[in-house]
């Protein structure tokens, strides 16, 4: 008996507990959704989503439904005649063209294969320029573009700057849907991100994502002076993404999709956009001008590492050193030497080498800069004015 009511006692106490328990966790008590709502704004004001009253995201739905309309589907192919010649200008394609004729194992005897490939593009002005990666055009001198409403038209490359992989194109035609940009300097790792694209010939395809890091460089444009300094994401991106959009939380423009890290050719985990940072003045240039009018600095550069500082006795382990001086170029004239860490251009810090190009990229030639340096553990600044080689 004594049990029983030991028992029936115990019951009544969790009965008590857990009502307490929910009348204090209950949504209506006025106290809990306050908190709830102030946590909310927070959450908002901090990483700029759209968050509901648990702090959670809502929905990428007005985001997706602002990008997808000003991203565009381009298909790109080489003419017989292209291909042809391109066969002519390079013999070693066919081992055997020298012996039989360059025409002589095409289908049928027929002509040589011609390349072909789609990829995204984003609308970048009203009036039809469209910026797309160079690699999704390089090889085509048959470009059709496919609007978010099916309209098809011919395209015309304006012009490309292959050591940051873009291209911009020009369709005919007006009122056309701009994305308003982000500011990519100010995105943070973390920040909700989506890939708005046609990979692998479907349409109009958003995926969501998060900023893995900034300032990424993979080393995928060979060239030395090439402008690698990438948003990575984990957002999916697959082949036919390329040169679409990467879009903050609000459907503002932060980047151009362009590469995958991947050792199947399909997405693997981490894929790769252009900052529109970059991407905007690269892209006035060459709309202005018909190619990207750059700024150089005039130095060759590494990366500053602990071994490196160690051994110079430097009291730091991020920045810029630079390796060699161009002859005559800007940096030499204002009085930079070999060994100078850069650490920072104007009110921008520099520490590495893709942050250095991606700063780079926003200056024009003509302009004047202010870079800090360290020299054998002393700060300097020198005023440099900048020049195209």
Known sequence: ????????FAGVIGSMMTLAGFQYLNPSSNSSQLDVQSYSKQVKHRFNVPVGNNGAPLSFADAAEIATPSVVHIKA?????LAQQRRQQNPQMDPFGGFFGSDFFSPFG???RQKEGTGSGVIYSTDGYIVTNNHVVEFADEVEVTLFDNRTYAA??????P????????IDAQNLPVLQKANSDAARVGEWVLAVGNP????????????SAKARNLDIIKDLDGIESFIQTDAVVNPGNSGGALVDAQGHLLGINTAIKTQTGFYAGYSFAIPVNVMEGIVDDIIEFGDYKRAYLGVNIFNLDSDYA???????TQGVVIDELVNGGSAQYAGLLPGDVIVGIDNNEVRSAPELQEIMSNVRVGETINVRVNRNGTYKEFSIYLKNT
Request: proline fraction near 2%; charged fraction near 20%.
């Open 310 to 316: 160690n051994e110079k006795g430097l009291d730091l």
């Open 200 to 211: 692998l010939e479907l349409n109009s395809t958003v995926t969501a994502g998060i900023i």
């Open 110 to 112: 027929g002509q040589p």
């Open 156 to 161: 015309e490359v304006v012009g490309t700057y």
């Open 163 to 170: 050591k940051a992989d873009l291209a911009v194109l020009k």
């Open 77 to 81: 192919a080489e003419s017989a005649d």
């Open 1 to 8: 008996m004594k049990q029983l009511i030991s028992l029936v």
